[in-house]
């Protein structure tokens, strides 16, 4: 299994940026789909998680309403929308990948057995 995750960089704040997070070696169908982030000294923490069927999303409460997860399962892929860039948003942004997770600890960094590199994003004052 291998995912990657790209479309990060530097942006002004009120910026947007689209992330993507390209899929291979598992049935992405079958497998919710989250976003990560990390900044410098602070534990990895949620953003974004879509499930199988693509009408079940969910957001932190720090994005809720400026970001938006979609995915694209004929192509393997998931991104996540970012509009209203504030300099909080800053971290490295990861995507993850599991099969079995279920609504109570989707937002658990340790509920996914599968991720991403990570892409940076910055975002200026």
């Known amino acids: 299994v291998q995912l990657q995750a790209y479309g990060g960089g530097l942006v002004q704040a009120g910026g947007s940026l689209r992330l993507s997070c390209a899929s291979s070696?598992?049935?992405?169908?079958?497998?919710?789909m989250t976003w990560f982030r990390q900044a410098p000294g602070k534990e990895r923490e949620f953003v974004a998680a879509?499930?199988?069927?693509?009408?079940?999303?969910y957001y932190s409460d720090s994005v809720r309403g400026r970001f938006t997860i979609s995915r694209d399962n004929a192509i393997n892929m998931v991104y996540l929308q970012m509009n209203s860039l504030k300099p909080e948003d800053t971290a490295v942004y990861y995507c993850?990948?599991?099969?079995?997770?279920?609504?109570?600890?989707?937002?658990?960094?340790?509920?996914?057995?599968?991720w991403g590199q990570g892409t940076q994003v910055t975002v200026s004052s």
């Open positions: 879509i499930r199988r069927s693509v009408s079940s999303t």
């Open positions: 993850a990948a599991d099969a079995n997770t279920i609504l109570s600890s989707i937002r658990m960094p340790q509920s996914y057995a599968y």
């Open positions: 070696g598992l049935s992405f169908s079958r497998y919710t």
